[in-house]
């Protein structure tokens, strides 16, 4: 992710956030980044969020008075309890300035449940606790920020090209959505 904003942008900054042994090894040796702008990888938990806004990488790599894009694309239907999500996600958006942007993204059952819950069960089946969600729910997840057009909606149907607005609701399983900090 880090290679294509720094294209658009040479001067971004970048902290990925993981504890996964293994994409701590490939992190480390992946994590190039332009010289005008850096990177930088957090081995901690997502539903940590006090150990990630006081980790040394996070404070080395942003200016937290300038605004900041949090991206939860593809980690939330890992964690099963609303609620705590709701939590993390208040969290980590307090100490951002006005401007900064929440892009997130989830699994939904809305338009295939049949298939999706038969993949939510295989994955719970092998001790990964995914979960699908409602549009409401995902809603809920931005409460206080300022959806951005065209809102939560299917990720082929947010500013599709052409390949995308070519795909049926049917064909995709997440939803997704960015909003800003007023």
Do not use: C
């Not at 980790?55 to 942003?62: A, G, I």
């Not at 819950?117 to 606790?129: C, E, F, K, L």
Request: charged share 20%; net charge negative; hydrophobic share 45%.
């Amino acid at each position: 992710m880090h290679e294509v904003v720094q294209q658009v942008a040479p001067e971004s900054r970048v902290v990925y956030v993981d504890n996964d042994p293994i994409v701590l090894v490939h992190a480390r040796a992946l994590l190039t980044s332009a010289p005008e702008g850096r990177t930088a990888y957090l081995d901690a938990d997502f539903t940590d969020p006090g150990a990630i806004l006081e980790s040394e990488q996070l404070r080395d790599t942003f200016d937290l008075r300038r605004p900041v894009a949090l991206s939860l694309i593809a980690i939330v239907h890992f964690i099963p309890d609303d609620g705590v999500v709701q939590t993390v996600i208040d969290q980590l958006m307090a100490p951002l300035p006005p401007g900064s942007m929440l892009a997130l993204t989830t699994t939904t059952a809305d338009f295939t449940p049949d298939e999706v819950n038969a993949g939510v069960a295989s994955y719970r089946a092998n001790g990964i606790p995914l979960t699908a969600r409602d549009r409401g729910t995902v809603e809920g997840f931005f409460k206080g920020l300022d959806l951005l057009d065209p809102g939560v909606v299917l990720a082929h149907r947010w500013h599709p090209d052409e390949e995308a607005a070519a795909l049926s609701d049917r064909q995709v399983y997440m939803y997704s959505g960015v909003a800003r900090k007023p």
